[in-house]
């Protein structure tokens, strides 16, 4: 029951998941994580985990790039091509319900 309310608690509170921030950058408020991301980054050492998770995270709900160096950067480009995907995606419905 915790974790259904916490997940709610984490849930947009508009009833709009995609907005546009700054310089029209599409902000989503959720992405899909794949096992492939999880399998990417635990090859990594565990002293650059989080740093590609948050790159992650950053770039799929807020278009950030990340400035990466060595084998984050490596792991981060094979994600960045689904992420990327993602967001044209997600682009794509938001203009057309702009519309």
């Known amino acids: ?3 259904i ?3 709610a608690a984490l849930q947009p509170q508009s009833g709009k998941r995609a907005r546009r921030g700054e310089n029209a950058v599409l902000q989503r408020g959720q992405f899909t994580f794949y096992e492939s991301f999880f399998r990417a980054v635990d ?3 565990k002293s650059r985990q989080l740093e590609v998770y948050r790159a992650i995270a950053q770039y799929a709900l807020y278009g950030t790039e990340p400035s990466l160096t060595g084998s984050a950067a490596s792991v981060f480009s094979v994600v960045h091509a689904v992420l990327e995907s993602g967001r044209s ?3 794509a419905r ?3 319900i702009d519309k």
Do not use: D, I, T, V
Request: aromatic content about 0%; cysteine-free.
């Open 1 to 3: 029951m915790e974790q």
């Open 5 to 7: 309310e916490e997940r």
């Open 43 to 45: 090859g990594l050492p």
């Open 89 to 91: 995606k997600a682009e």
């Open 94 to 96: 938001m203009n057309s």
